[in-house]
């Protein structure tokens, strides 16, 4: 994955490496040339995720740290495709998640808002995409959180996904957002994408992955290359 990344983005839709607004960026930020390393034997030799083995729920957060009862929330489906820039789907691809609980809390340490945390709920899970690229978690919608970035600052609600290529060091992130939160406009990790690509982090409500009398359904799909690419944080 990592071969075409910095070689095959649509600049018109990847966020800026620098944006002022995201006050993290102006540390962040690389103020030289990027350096493309060649990869190492280790590299090239190292585990492969295509017969990685994964738990019964590690998919799904409403069960997989369940300690003494349900998780507190709205429970949803998200679910979606892996493609390539030909819409071809990418099999094998481990997927991770991570995202706050329903409180706008996360399970660490840097985390001191002063939400509950769930302890029924640690807010990560993965997957492995099947044979046509498709992939399903089961979770708890997150909420929305203060992050100090500027007066009143308050995340999106979001989720954080993790692409693993066919190596392990070759690895995607970016952060699917749910439609209609007023919070996006306010938002400078949003707005830091260029407004060609900010749709295309924004999940669609789908009423046929919905399940009845039990978790509202959400699609998103991720794109990994070319003018339709997800927008990524390391491009």
């Known amino acids: 994955m990592s071969d075409f990344t910095e070689s095959s983005f649509d600049i018109e839709v990847q966020p800026s490496l620098l944006y002022p607004e995201y006050a993290s960026t102006i540390l962040r930020a690389p103020s030289m040339p990027l350096i493309v390393l060649k990869k190492s034997l280790a590299e090239k030799t190292g585990p492969l995720f295509e017969d990685f083995k994964l738990g ?5 957060l409403t069960k997989n740290s369940i300690q003494n009862g349900e998780p507190i929330g709205e429970r949803i489906v998200v679910h979606g495709k892996v493609m390539n ?3 071809q789907p990418m099999p094998h691809t481990m997927i991770e998640i991570w995202q ?6 996360y399970v660490h340490k840097v985390d001191q808002h002063d939400a509950p945390l769930d302890p029924n709920f640690l807010g990560t899970g993965r997957c492995m995409t099947d044979s046509e690229g498709n992939y399903r978690f089961y979770t708890i919608k997150p909420g929305a959180y203060p992050w100090g970035n500027h007066p009143n600052a308050w995340r999106p ?3 954080h996904f993790s692409l693993f290529g066919n190596e392990i060091s070759s690895r995607l992130v970016t952060q699917m957002y749910f439609p209609g939160d007023p919070l996006l406009q306010y938002d400078p990790i949003y707005q830091a994408v260029k407004a060609k690509g ?4 924004i999940s669609k409500f789908d009423l046929d992955i919905t399940e009845p009398n039990f978790a509202l359904g959400y699609r998103f799909d991720i794109v990994l290359r070319g003018n339709q690419a997800t927008p990524f944080e390391n491009r």
């Open 198 to 201: 900010r749709e295309l982090l």
């Open 56 to 60: 019964a729920f590690d998919h799904d």
């Open 100 to 105: 706050a609980n329903a409180a706008g809390r």
């Open 85 to 87: 820039e030909k819409g």
């Open 157 to 159: 609600n979001h989720i």
